[in-house]
């Protein structure tokens, strides 16, 4: 019995945002979804240098920001892993962090956010 709750016990999630290149978010988001992660979203994002600067140093100002929900026990693990690839893949630079999501409405929607059906 006592495995049966540890196994349903409620694990508190954390929403993900991890700021990538544009043409690198499919990348990112299949290193995310290796992490029992069930909701991605991506939006635009734009960076704010100013274009003298951009030009000058060749920087990409086109923005992909991944928003992802994720387990607060594998928060490390999914961190560590992007910054890994972060340093390795080739102009594959980025940041990420993650926020405290404080509620969900409902226990469906937090079984699937949480990968725990």
Do not use: W
Request: glycine share 6%; hydrophobic share 45%; proline share 2%.
């Amino acid at each position: 019995m006592a495995n049966t709750v540890s196994e349903s016990a409620i694990k508190k999630l954390k929403l993900l945002f991890t700021v990538v290149d544009r043409p690198k978010a499919e990348f990112y988001l299949d290193v995310l979804s290796q992490f029992e992660i069930n909701l991605q979203l991506v939006t635009g994002g734009k960076g704010t240098a100013n274009s003298e600067l951009v030009d000058m140093l060749g920087l990409n100002i086109h923005k992909a920001v991944i928003i992802s929900t994720v387990r607060e026990d594998m928060v490390d693990s999914v961190m560590k892993c992007l910054e890994e690839k972060f340093s390795t893949i080739r102009n594959g630079k980025g940041i990420c962090f993650a926020v405290p999501l404080s509620s969900v409405i409902g226990v469906n929607i937090y079984r699937f956010l949480s990968n725990n059906r």
